[in-house]
């Protein structure tokens, strides 16, 4: 017993050597751009420069680019191009250009990104106008000097507002192309304009701005609040519970039905607004659900409550869910409540 | 006179105590070697399928498995005495030997292939199988005790870890994934059982290979592994929560499927725990499976001990065929292991009738 216990002491001193593991060598990518375009694959990465010579960057980061006719290529060159192992265990967005789509179905594309060695499926799926290689090479840390650390506070920050999707590569993965429901992406502009990339079954692109982000966050029940305008003034909306989704088929025609339970939040200086403030929610509301729509994007999940008919899965396939919904009515309905907000 | 009774009447009841912690012991080891079986080919064959038939397929193992345990005790209450002499129990025993051997190599194929994903990807896969194979072949005791004990201590580890997953991960669950009930249909989902209750005939195995084991009185023996098999269909009833069976078809390796599935929780410890939970899962099936094997060779062939490194290593050639190939071999082959088994364990019982209506004549 006491020879083992030595023999477990004596191994542990293995573990007292410094920063010699492999994975440690390894350079790490913070950011990944993917552009796909008629001549081929690029690839883009930005990671700590550990060297130390600060030639490439000033701010310490290296941008490798590497492009190939085909992806397993484009990967084998990005690989040759790094000075050391690539490693993706730290990524923390994925940005994929806006005409990449174009090329390369969003299941194939976010499948192929996701199959990277050791890629961390936590990082942000970002779609970008322009080329992504481009979007990588600017991007800089503002505040501080570790960029992954800005990313975070960043891209936080603005989930937490609501303002962009704080969507996974694991959740885009799970997403596209199942039917149940599509993903919708960060919009990432250069000049830090938020926003969402709605993802059409078909491969369609939609944008959405910050205030209609705001807005599909307050129907998934995931948002803070968002500003309603109105009769000239802004009320502040928070969602009292997730919205209720259902689906109701009359006569061959199928309506896309969403219950709004929300609270409208007024200051102790303004009046109560009327049921006309319900009914602009209910407005705004039923434009966004038609903006997806006219995309052939299901964000919401209408295929989660679709699905539920059908016993197996040939019968759901066999249903053609995405034209319904594309071809559907919508109603809204809001179900308002009123607070006066008191400073005390 | 008195003392003298007390202390054999003490004797005795401490000997039935020690027999019925031991019965008890075998029953969970099996059981949890035939959760890990299960959890292994769940993850490997079930969810590319369709994950919403995976948890119903797994339900349905209930009832083989209480079908095997019914023929086990049945075989365990009418066993002649010194029924493993018998050439009947010895060339079941030999016949059991290969499956155990076939489990054997399920439980070394996702071990190995987890270890080469998640630890070390650049390492060649023919190396980590190699010694994966030496560190298991000779690091797994010889003594009959050892593993059952180690599955005593690990239940609740691997309870704990399947809570904590379950709690953080219905956060994050949907309930129209579950649905079309059916996934690819009835035919479908029968199809998944066949295939996984090829790894549940284990728990009627001991009848064989113990026959001489005491009945077990105590519920809770009984039902550990119904309730073990059980936690393993509610794991797969919280990953067909968190994922729609589509998103798992695509043609992707093993360990890509489970790191999605794992991945959904964004608790990065409920996700380490799993990891965790599964490789402990595999490891200790993998043990229970050589000592299993190693104890029917003994039966089947009077061996006085049978090594295990040459049978871990006989496991390295499947590992390093790749996940594709492995998967369609064994996919082809596993589903006849629970006819086998079942028909085996009849035979015996048979064998067993017949001998006693002989006793009855004489």
């Known amino acids: 017993m006491k020879k083992r216990a030595a023999a477990l002491l004596c191994l542990c001193v293995l573990a007292l050597t410094g920063c010699a593991g492999r994975i440690e060598l390894c350079l790490m990518a913070v950011c990944l751009g993917v552009d796909v375009g008629p001549e081929g694959v690029t690839l883009t990465v930005k990671c700590p420069d550990y060297t130390g010579s600060g030639r490439e960057d000033p701010s310490g980061y290296l941008t490798l680019s590497a492009s190939g006719p085909d992806w397993p290529r484009a990967v084998e060159a990005l690989m040759a191009a790094a000075p050391a192992q690539l490693h993706f265990g730290q990524l923390r967005e994925a940005v994929i250009s806006r005409d990449s789509f174009a090329h390369l179905p969003a299941p194939r594309l976010l499948a192929l990104i996701d199959r990277l060695p050791s890629v961390r499926s936590h990082a942000m799926a970002a779609v970008c106008p322009g080329t992504a290689r481009k979007y990588i090479e600017n991007a800089q840390p503002l505040i501080g000097k570790r960029l992954s650390k800005y990313l975070d506070i960043t891209l936080q920050h603005s989930a937490r507002e609501g303002s962009i999707p704080s969507t996974s590569l694991a959740c885009a993965l799970r997403d596209a192309g199942n039917g149940w429901r599509d993903p919708l992406l960060a919009w990432a502009a250069p000049g830090g304009e938020a926003g969402a990339c709605a993802l059409g079954a078909a491969g369609q692109i939609t944008l959405l701005t910050a205030e209609e982000t705001q807005l599909y966050h307050l129907i998934r029940g995931e948002s803070q609040g968002w500003l309603l305008p109105w009769a000239g003034r802004y009320y502040g909306v928070t969602p009292h519970r997730a919205a209720h989704l259902s689906i109701e088929e009359t006569g061959g025609r199928t309506t896309l039905v969403l219950r709004l339970p929300v609270t409208i939040v007024y200051s102790e200086y303004e009046e109560a607004p009327g049921p006309g403030a319900a009914a602009a929610l209910e407005e705004a509301a039923a434009a966004l659900l038609r903006r997806l729509q006219a995309g052939s994007c299901d964000a919401l999940g209408y295929g989660c409550v679709a699905v539920r008919k059908y016993r197996t899965l040939q019968d759901w396939q066999g249903s053609d869910w995405p034209r319904r919904y594309r071809e559907a009515d919508v109603r809204v309905e809001a179900e308002a409540r009123y607070r006066q907000q008191r400073l005390l | 006179m008195s003392r003298t009774e007390t202390a054999v009447h003490d004797e005795k009841s401490s000997l039935r105590q020690r027999q019925r912690a031991l019965h008890d012991q075998r029953r969970l080891m099996l059981a949890l070697s035939a959760a890990g079986q299960l959890i292994s080919f769940g993850s490997m064959y079930l969810l590319p399928a369709a994950a919403n038939a995976a948890w119903q397929a797994l339900l349905l193992q209930l009832l083989p498995t209480g079908a095997l345990a019914l023929l086990g005790a049945a075989l365990r209450r009418t066993a002649p005495p010194g029924a493993a002499a018998l050439p009947a129990y010895r060339a079941a025993a030999g016949v059991l030997a290969l ?105 009627g195995a001991a009848a064989v290979l113990y026959p001489n084991a005491p009945g077990c009185p105590s519920l809770r023996g009984r039902l550990a592994p119904a309730a073990v098999i059980l936690l393993a269909a509610l794991m797969f009833f919280f990953c067909a929560l968190v994922l729609p069976g589509p998103a798992l078809a695509a043609p992707r390796g093993y360990a890509v499927r489970l790191q999605l599935l794992m991945e959904m929780s964004p608790n990065t410890l409920s996700w380490s725990l799993m990891l965790l939970a599964e490789m402990l899962l595999y490891l200790t099936a993998f043990a229970v499976c050589a000592h299993m094997l190693r104890r029917s060779l003994r039966l089947a062939l009077r061996w006085r001990r049978a090594p295990l490194l040459p049978f871990a290593l006989l496991c390295v050639p499947l590992a390093l065929a790749g996940m594709s190939e492995s998967e369609g071999l064994l996919t082809r082959l596993l589903p006849w292991r629970y006819p086998l088994a079942a028909a085996i364990l009849a035979e015996c019982l048979l064998c067993n009738l017949i001998l006693k209506r002989k006793g009855k004549k004489a």
């Open chain 2, 99 to 203: 499956l155990f051997f076939s489990n054997m190599n399920v439980s070394f194929l996702s071990l190995v292939e987890l270890t080469h994903v998640f630890f070390f990807p650049s390492v060649s896969r023919l190396l980590l199988a190699l010694a994966a194979a030496g560190a298991l072949g000779l690091g797994i005791p010889a003594a009959d005790a050892a593993v059952p004990n180690a599955a005593r201590m690990l239940r609740w580890f691997l309870a704990g870890a399947f809570l904590f997953c379950a709690a953080t991960v219905l956060p994050t669950a949907e309930t129209a994934y579950l649905f079309p009930l059916a996934g690819y249909g009835a035919g479908h989902t029968l199809r998944c059982a066949a295939l996984t209750a090829g790894s549940v005939w284990a728990t």
